[in-house]
């Protein structure tokens, strides 16, 4: 999880020293809606404590497959757009989510900084603003999120999930669930309505980390959303 960051932030320093010596690219000009509003920064947090799990009743806990199966309905949502909090040992941001088909865009805030990434799960167009420039590299799929998604859970190779019981979390009831795997443990809450996580907490090689989505909403959204502003200059190569 945290190589994706490091990932994501030599990507950017690369857009830098490209730009800065690729004058004679021809800017790519699609159409754009008006900027994301930026979202204020994120008030300091202790670590986050990783609860036992409850004392449950003869048959409460679900099994491998309940819990696969609840994933498997999360994996058919179409439209789909969150707020995400992410804190971890060393690092701490806000970022936005959506999703329609086979379309993601991740807006991740920093003050007035904005660092975008919008794929269509073959390319993928990274862009900074207020910079306004960017580059587009090819991908073989959806790649962008900071922690594993629901199509990335279902691998049976990788994932087997321990149920710990129930709680609620930003307005939904969770099955509340526990796996590793290459990386450390998580504890993940899946949301029983939409089946997707809403909340991760996980360790690492460099500590613990966590993850909170809020204004979750399931609206159909317009195509213009993944759109690159026109006034931003994207290199292909």
Not at 24 to 32: C, G, L, R, T, Y
Request: hydrophobic share 35%.
């Amino acid at each position: 999880m945290l190589r994706k960051i490091a990932g994501l932030l030599i990507v950017i320093i690369y857009v830098l020293l490209i730009t800065a010596g690729c004058g004679d690219n021809s800017p790519e000009e699609p159409a754009f809606p008006p900027p994301v509003a930026v979202v204020p920064p994120v008030d300091d947090d202790p670590a986050p404590v990783i609860p036992e799990a409850p004392d449950l009743e003869e048959g409460e806990n679900w099994g491998d497959a309940e819990i696969r199966n609840l994933l498997k309905k999360g994996a058919l949502i179409q439209n789909l757009s969150y707020t995400a909090k992410f804190n971890s040992v060393d690092n701490e941001f806000i970022y936005e989510y959506h999703k329609k088909d086979n379309y993601t865009k991740m807006i991740i805030h920093d003050g007035d900084y904005q660092s975008v990434s919008i794929s269509d799960g073959q390319y993928t167009v990274y862009y900074n603003l207020p910079e306004n420039i960017g580059y587009m590299m090819e991908e073989s799929g959806d790649d962008m999120g900071l922690v594993p998604n629901v199509e990335t859970l279902l691998n049976e190779q990788i994932y087997a999930f321990r149920s710990v019981g129930e709680d609620g979390f930003s307005g939904y009831l969770c099955q509340v669930v526990e796996t590793e795997d290459e990386y450390g443990d998580l504890k993940i809450w899946i949301s029983t309505e939409l089946g997707i996580p809403v909340k991760y907490i996980g360790t690492d090689d460099n500590g613990w980390y966590s993850l909170e989505l809020t204004q979750i909403r399931l609206d159909d959204l317009q195509e213009d959303v993944f759109d690159v502003p026109p006034e931003v200059t994207i290199m292909r190569y």
